[in-house]
T-cell receptor, first 111, second 114 residues
């Protein structure tokens, strides 16, 4: 069982809608959580990180963390076609800087 | 300011050949990471360095893989001998000490082993 799980999608949402991307992780001791965006044929790019339970907002993006449920999500408000990409959830393995990545969720925002 | 630089961008080789991938991290960054991405396994960390010293190599698949960082501005990932199952995109990333959680990825090297 992979340590970080994501639905592969594709998740299709209309332009202007809220896209909700979900991720679960198996290591209850995990402390740091990350969302990366990867356009087709490009390298991953960090969007947000979250360390504490609750919500963290940055522009149109909101990361939500629930450590009790071992669940982290990313909400994208007012989705745009340019948001169409694969979104990777990553969890820091321990006190170092090694990351475990999920396989990603493909998001398609239709005009 | 230049980002992470990787070379070559594409590599096609035959099974059994030695392959060397190169990475130049962002100047001043203290951490360097090597990742491999495939459709089957997703993005996996192979090894990372702090100040040129390997910290965690638990992701290196087997002895055919080796990584070095002889100085702060250069790292190599070597596969010898290469096998078709090594075909993947290999990414290098770097981060700074005071913001080590923010990793900047290079453009990747697409490796095809025939």
């Amino acid at each position: 069982q992979k340590e970080v799980e994501q639905n592969s999608g594709p998740l299709s949402v209309p332009e202007g809608a809220i896209a909700s991307l979900n991720c679960t992780y198996s290591d209850r001791g995990s402390q740091s959580f990350f969302w990366y965006r990867q356009y087709s044929g490009k390298s991953p790019e960090l969007i947000m990180f979250i360390y504490s339970n609750g919500d963290k907002e940055d522009g149109r993006f909101t990361a939500q963390l629930n450590k009790a449920s071992q669940y982290v999500s990313l909400l994208i408000r007012d989705s745009q076609p340019s948001d169409s990409a694969t979104y990777l959830c990553a969890v820091k393995k321990d006190s170092g800087y090694a990351l475990n990545f999920g396989k990603g969720t493909s998001l398609l925002v239709t005009p | 300011d230049a980002g992470v630089i990787q070379s070559p961008r594409h590599e096609v080789t035959e099974m059994g050949q030695e392959v060397t991938l190169r990475c130049k991290p962002i100047s001043g960054h203290d951490y360097l990471f090597w990742y491999r991405q495939t459709m089957m396994r997703g993005l996996e960390l192979l090894i990372y360095f702090n100040n040129n010293v390997p910290i965690d190599d638990s992701g290196m698949p087997e002895d055919r893989f080796s990584a070095k960082m002889p100085n702060a501005s250069f790292s190599t990932l070597k596969i010898q001998p290469s096998e078709p199952r090594d075909s993947a995109v290999y990414f290098c990333a770097s981060s700074a000490l005071l913001s080590a959680d923010t990793q900047y990825f290079g453009p990747g090297t697409r490796l095809t082993v025939l």
